[in-house]
């Protein structure tokens, strides 16, 4: 089936998530063509000319950075005259801008977080649902065109030169309701938990803010640096610069020992490629256990209690 | 001021699970229903620019059947005003919610729409954005910190890896707002039992179109492959961990 990926890109670069697009487009047969909607797309065409990739459209507007009226008129208008079986964008804060927006105009078949597509005489998705716990199969009956936004990192990105022909589109943009003014980094904090080999990382399951300090006391006791998911730090609890997850830090420690870490999608994305994970939690049916290399069912305090005992 | 925020009954699964005969759903008897967590933010979100403007309205809307109005009864009880139920049975995909939700909210006329970034228990991240389409509102996802102008907002969009995107929109608009915006209040006794008071109105849904998806066949996933589990009391877990850390870290 004809795919179109939506290249995403960020100051100049391209992200990660769209090569791994264009191999899951690989996946559906193909022909491949990936839109660049950008100020100046030639600049990044060499970026996406990789193998497997049929065609660049370049889709030039007056905006370098994402603005969701533009990318959603481009695309409104590319796929008024190009056909496409299906139309893959990254799940990303980017795309939730605009993705669901375009599927409702146009009446496309949806779904997001999807990270398995195949070709099985039509398009057939799936993804999770009930906090991961089940997943489930999707059909788009009814739909020519199926728009989805897929999981980063459940693809491996596509490598290889490609031979890939580019074809300029124009576009017209009558407007931008909200604006890119300025971007503003991420909180640098005092430890970099991203260059540790040892993380003790906490989550929802310690509770209470005061029981931080005695987990801070266990990861120096351990030789660990403590980082934490997400609800800490929206809790206030903990500063930002802790956090691993895809808002968060992406980290790839030897180890990463998660206690009363439920495994959200978004925290397993940041964590999942690390050397030895470990994992207690109380909840047999934990989503983190099912990228855990080894597991425990068990109260975490206790544990912690015992581990305290033999450093 | 009138802000309408959009909220979700979401439902999360215990420790067992049955599926419907059909096998393309999970059997409701096996499911726990709570407010979105998202959505206390939203609601938060809302009823401090009401408070800060002076006068102002706080709508929660919903879709679903009358048990989704326990959620809405949360958000009355942390002080919105007044809840508008669209009725459905059905479990909808996030796009068919956003069309039963678009003319309820278009005919409040509300200077602001919220919405929880996404829900946790489908995770699509998409009924705020469609709903904005429907509504013909300029949109921003993924909201951490906002400032009203004249006609205009200034909000933080919050990317991956943590780095924010500042932003100006025009109002009104329709933001979905991420977790850690706010601390959202808690409702007192008092006033969880003057919220069973509150006016919830029920509606019918217009036509919802064509499914985006249809749910084929729901299963359990693959066992976390190679996941070797530690038995034993808490001194076993513990003395397993420390010789698997030790392995690992040489």
């Known amino acids: 089936m004809s795919v179109l990926v939506v290249a995403e890109h960020?100051?100049?670069e391209l992200r990660p998530v769209t090569l791994e697009l264009?191999?899951?487009?690989?996946?559906?047969?193909?022909?491949?063509?990936?839109?660049?909607?950008?100020?100046?797309?030639s600049a990044l065409a060499d970026a996406v000319n990789v193998e497997g990739v049929d065609e660049i459209l370049a889709v030039a507007v007056d905006?370098?950075?994402?603005?969701?009226?533009?990318?959603?008129?481009?695309?409104?208008?590319?796929?008024?005259?190009r056909d496409f079986d299906v139309v893959l964008l990254g799940f990303t804060v980017n795309s939730m801008g605009y993705g669901p927006a375009l599927a409702a105009k146009l009446g496309l078949g949806f779904a997001s977080d999807v990270f398995a597509v195949r070709d099985d005489g039509g398009l057939v998705a799936t993804r999770a649902f009930y906090g991961s716990k089940v997943q489930a199969e999707l059909e788009f009956p009814g739909h020519d065109r199926v728009l989805l936004l897929l999981r980063p990192t459940a693809w491996a990105p596509a490598e290889?030169?490609?031979?890939?022909?580019?074809?300029?589109?124009?576009?017209?943009?009558?407007?931008?309701?909200?604006?890119?003014?300025?971007y503003v980094e991420a909180a640098t904090g005092d430890v970099d938990i991203t260059s540790a080999d040892f993380l003790l990382s906490v989550g929802r399951g310690i509770g209470d803010k005061e029981n931080i300090p005695q987990f801070e006391e266990l990861a120096g006791k351990m030789g660990a640096t403590l980082s934490v998911s997400r609800p800490l730090v929206d809790q206030g609890w903990i500063p930002s610069s802790r956090?691993?997850?895809?808002?968060?830090?992406?980290?790839?420690?030897?180890?990463?020992?998660?206690?009363?870490?439920?495994?959200?999608?978004?925290?397993?994305?940041?964590?999942?490629?690390?050397?030895?994970?470990?994992?207690?939690?109380?909840?047999?049916?934990?989503?983190?256990?099912?990228?855990a290399h080894y597991g425990a069912v068990a109260d975490l305090f206790e544990v912690a209690e015992e581990l305290e005992k033999l450093y | 001021m009138k802000i309408v925020v959009a909220v979700k009954q979401v439902a999360a699964l215990g420790d067992e699970v049955e599926f419907t005969e059909d096998e393309r759903d999970v059997d409701p008897d096996y499911l726990d229903f709570a407010l979105n967590e998202w959505d206390t933010y939203a609601t938060e979100e809302a009823l401090r620019l009401c408070e800060a403007s002076g006068d102002g309205e706080v709508v929660i809307v919903s879709v679903g059947d009358e048990?989704?109005?326990?959620?809405?009864?949360?958000?009355?009880?942390?002080?919105?005003?007044?809840?508008?139920?669209i009725e459905s049975e059905e479990r909808l995909d996030p796009i068919q919610v956003a069309r039963a939700l678009a003319e309820v909210v278009q005919a409040e006329s509300p200077d602001l729409v919220f919405a929880g970034v996404q829900s946790a228990d489908a995770v699509q991240a998409a009924t705020g954005t469609a709903l904005a389409e429907l509504l013909g509102l300029p949109r921003v996802a993924v909201v951490t910190k906002m400032e009203l102008g004249d006609g205009k907002a200034t909000v933080n969009r919050e990317l991956e890896g943590g780095l924010v995107d500042v932003l100006e929109v025009e109002t009104p608009a329709l933001l979905t707002i991420q977790t850690g915006i706010n601390e959202p209040r808690y409702a007192t006794l008092r006033a969880i039992k003057q919220a069973e008071e509150k006016e919830i109105?029920?509606?019918?849904?217009?036509?919802?179109g064509t499914p985006a998806y249809e749910v084929t066949k729901m299963f359990v996933p693959p066992k976390g492959e190679g996941a070797?589990?530690?038995?034993?009391?808490?001194?076993?877990?513990?003395?397993?961990?420390?010789?698997?850390?030790?392995?690992?870290?040489?």
């Open chain 1, 22 to 41: 264009v191999t899951a487009a690989k996946e559906l047969g193909g022909p491949v063509a990936v839109a660049v909607v950008a100020k100046d797309p």
């Open chain 2, 201 to 208: 109105d029920v509606r019918q849904p217009s036509d919802l």
């Open chain 1, 63 to 81: 905006q370098e950075e994402f603005e969701n009226d533009v990318y959603e008129q481009a695309l409104e208008q590319l796929l008024s005259e």
């Open chain 1, 243 to 291: 956090q691993v997850g895809q808002s968060g830090k992406t980290v790839k420690p030897k180890v990463y020992l998660a206690l009363g870490i439920s495994g959200a999608v978004q925290h397993l994305a940041g964590m999942k490629t690390s050397g030895t994970i470990i994992a207690v939690n109380s909840d047999p049916e934990a989503a983190i256990f099912n990228v």
């Open chain 1, 160 to 182: 290889g030169a490609g031979a890939a022909s580019t074809t300029d589109v124009s576009v017209s943009i009558s407007g931008s309701r909200a604006r890119h003014k300025d």
């Open chain 2, 67 to 85: 048990d989704a109005e326990d959620a809405m009864r949360r958000c009355l009880a942390m002080g919105a005003d007044r809840g508008i139920r």
């Open chain 2, 228 to 250: 070797e589990m530690l038995n034993g009391s808490a001194a076993d877990v513990a003395q397993r961990i420390k010789e698997i850390v030790e392995e690992c870290t040489a």
């Open chain 1, 10 to 12: 960020l100051r100049g």
